[in-house]
């Protein structure tokens, strides 16, 4: 039986749908986006999914919408058809009532260009990640590390209590390659199949496109082409170097994260918890963990990513920045479990460099925690609490 657990955007959706005539929600699939919509507004239901559902929409939206256009409704992966946003706009516009329309997709630029262009200012954008660290707690709050960089955090998995690499499996099978084929002209799978494991394997690193392209045999336009989908799915996303002047977060290098670690993992071939504990990655895997906890922070409370890492020519780097008012937070993230006062070492020198009010933290996976006016020491499930 599948459990419904209160999801951390909850709060953020039903004020949205308040405010709005009509709220989107992205986000990867299966990141429980129906359920969510199911669950805070009692509308009639369409996913755009099913065929003749899609037929009739894409033919003769008037009539599609005209069952709808009093009451409102929910429209289950609108990128599927997506002008109807033009449609939607005639309706909100004349009904002048919030909380009519939820719009759900799974492919953020396919829907978003129309909802910019005929919905502005009508629509309230939020997105959905997998479940966050203070919602895993809902099920079991005494889930192994090496567990969770295993399991990930899609909610299946644990609602439905399934196999992570069964579902990772088919996770990629039928949503990951069937959503770039449709996306882009992939003319050998097998070549995209290289690619993905290939980013997995850099997770946590500076994404260098020649590289990338050499080794998967294909053109570096190419491998633009193919992380842009990645993107726009939510399967991964490039974290931004900071700099003072903006134009240079534009053009140096990104690293690149999965959304969902256990993702990363299954693409790296572990098919088992006690494949985590010695694998070469695993550091880059915790840290990916530990920066999509924060984006999924960020995106529970309708909030912009503002996440950077911060990185010299000479190698001086520090995982995690970004700005609390006009207060830098500072973030050093260790997959130790026995802290050492050199984890401390590059914030140090940071706060420094950048001669502003910062606040410097060590997540590491360890039991010991301190906090002062110098700087916090926590476990990574108390880093949230500790911005």
């Known amino acids: 039986m599948k459990k419904i657990i209160t999801r951390d955007i909850q709060k953020e959706f039903e004020e ?4 709005y005539p009509i709220v989107v929600i992205t986000g990867a699939r299966q990141t429980g986006k129906t359920t969510l919509s199911k669950t805070v507004l009692n509308k009639a239901y369409y996913n755009l999914e099913s065929p003749d559902i899609r037929r009739i929409a894409k033919d003769d939206p008037r009539l599609f919408l005209s069952k709808i256009k009093e009451s ?10 997506p002008e109807l946003a033009s449609y939607l706009q005639e309706i909100v516009d004349e009904r002048q009532q919030n909380g009519m329309f939820i719009l759900t997709g799974s492919s953020n630029f396919l829907m978003m260009e129309n ?6 200012g009508r629509v309230a954008l939020l997105r959905l990640m997998p479940f966050s660290l203070n919602e895993i707690n809902l099920f079991k709050k005494s889930y192994a590390t090496d567990d969770l960089l295993y399991k990930g955090f899609y909610p299946v998995i644990y609602s439905e209590n399934r196999s992570a690499v069964k579902t990772h499996d088919n996770y990629y099978q ?23 494991r290939l980013c997995a394997g850099r997770v946590g690193q500076l994404l260098n496109f020649e590289q990338l392209a050499n080794e998967t ?8 082409s193919w992380i842009s989908v990645l993107e726009a799915s939510y399967i991964i996303y490039l974290l931004p170097p900071y700099f003072k002047n903006l134009k240079k977060r534009v053009v140096k290098s990104h690293k690149l994260y999965f959304y969902d670690v256990g993702l990363a993992s299954y693409l790296l071939g572990i098919e088992k918890q006690s494949h985590i504990e010695n694998h070469p990655l695993k550091g880059f895997l915790f840290e990916n963990m530990l920066i999509s906890e924060y984006l999924k922070y960020r995106f529970n409370k309708g909030l912009a990513n503002n996440a950077f890492f911060y990185r010299d020519n000479h190698q001086n780097e520090v995982d995690l920045l970004f700005k609390n008012g006009n207060k830098y937070i500072l973030t ?3 997959s130790a479990k026995t802290y050492h006062n050199s984890f401390r070492k590059k914030l140090d020198w940071l706060e420094n460099k950048l001669n502003s009010k910062v606040k410097k933290i060590v997540v590491y996976d360890g039991d010991t925690e301190l906090s002062n006016e110098d700087i916090t020491i926590c476990n990574f499930r108390n880093f949230i609490k500790n911005i």
């Open 72 to 81: 409102g409704a929910i429209i289950d992966e609108f990128q599927r058809v």
């Open 217 to 224: 045999g294909v053109s570096a336009k190419t491998i633009k």
């Open 174 to 196: 039928t949503y990951i390659e069937r959503d770039v084929r449709q996306l882009i002209n992939i003319k050998d799978i097998h070549l995209f199949q290289t690619f993905i």
């Open 16 to 19: 949205a749908l308040k405010s």
């Open 332 to 334: 050093e993230i260790k």
């Open 115 to 120: 909802i910019s262009q005929s919905l502005a």
